[in-house]
């Protein structure tokens, strides 16, 4: 995903698609990736997202809520929990 | 209220295709929902409803075939961050010292979005320079979390996913 500067220069700073479903952030990411002349660290060559993903039942997630270092609100973590495990 | 203003990208695009729905009437739904939570949620730094119907009628008479064909994200609304620049556009990257910065190029998402026939309706609020996990900045105040107005929405593209979640 190619940035502008100055931010390209952290590169582990980045822009990125933001959307309300897995397929529409597919989509998005789709539109914008690829190298870039204004980004030399952009990967090439461009990296295509399916439309469609399988199921990741079995798939094996770390989940923290805190990183181990944050103050998360009960409620937040309960329901992060929550959504974690109706994947599962 | 009408649910249109929630419809996936990837449906909406779907409809386009096959006429059920016009980019000008998802565009309409997503301003007047916007409308309706604004000023409380604070999501947007500068917003160009009058310009995205504009574009989401070119993008209606591609879908029509009275213009050229669509392109893979012809007439879906989008926000861009304020920290990326669009030709013409205000990027202030919520600092007073740029609140009067008009960019002269468009960044690579800019680009990359507006060659996709993507329409940029609002530039979101940011912290000054993105540089903190909240968004709240001298130039554009707070902005709130659409799920519980108490609540700060994180950062840095808090104006960006509190418009998404409004």
């Known amino acids: 995903m190619p940035q502008g500067t100055p931010f390209n220069l ?15 952030c597919s989509l998005f990411e789709n539109a914008i990736a690829g190298p870039h002349p204004a980004d030399i660290v952009s990967l090439r060559p461009k990296l295509e997202l399916p439309a469609t993903f ?5 798939w094996k ?12 609100d009960t409620e937040v973590a309960e329901n992060s929990r929550a959504a974690a495990e109706a994947t599962s | 209220m009408s649910d249109l203003a929630y419809i996936p990208a990837s449906d909406a695009l779907a409809k386009f295709r096959s006429r059920e729905l016009s980019p000008v009437e998802l565009m309409q739904a997503t301003i007047d929902r916007a409308k309706s939570v604004e000023p409380a949620i604070g999501a947007f730094a500068d917003q160009f ?9 070119e993008a209606e008479a591609r879908y029509t075939g009275r213009s050229a064909d669509p392109r893979p994200l012809e007439g879906l609304p989008g926000s861009i961050k304020d920290e990326e620049a669009q030709t013409g556009r205000r990027n202030t990257n919520a600092s007073l010292i740029f609140q ?12 990359r979005v507006l060659e996709a026939g993507g329409i940029v ?3 979101t609020r940011t912290p000054e320079f993105s540089c903190m996990p909240f968004t709240h900045s001298r130039l554009w105040g707070v902005t709130r979390n659409p799920w519980n107005l108490a609540f700060d929405v994180g950062g ?7 418009s998404l979640a409004s």
């Open chain 1, 10 to 24: 952290d590169q582990y700073c980045h822009v990125g698609p933001l959307a309300r479903t897995v397929a529409d």
């Open chain 2, 121 to 123: 309706h609002a530039r």
């Open chain 2, 49 to 57: 409803f009058d310009d995205a119907l504009e574009a989401a009628q």
């Open chain 1, 61 to 72: 997630i770390a989940f923290s809520p805190d990183l181990g270092a944050y103050e998360v």
């Open chain 2, 156 to 162: 840095s593209s808090g104006g960006a996913a509190a």
């Open chain 2, 100 to 111: 009067d910065h008009i960019a002269d190029h468009n960044s690579p998402i800019v680009e």
């Open chain 1, 54 to 58: 399988g199921d990741i039942k079995g």
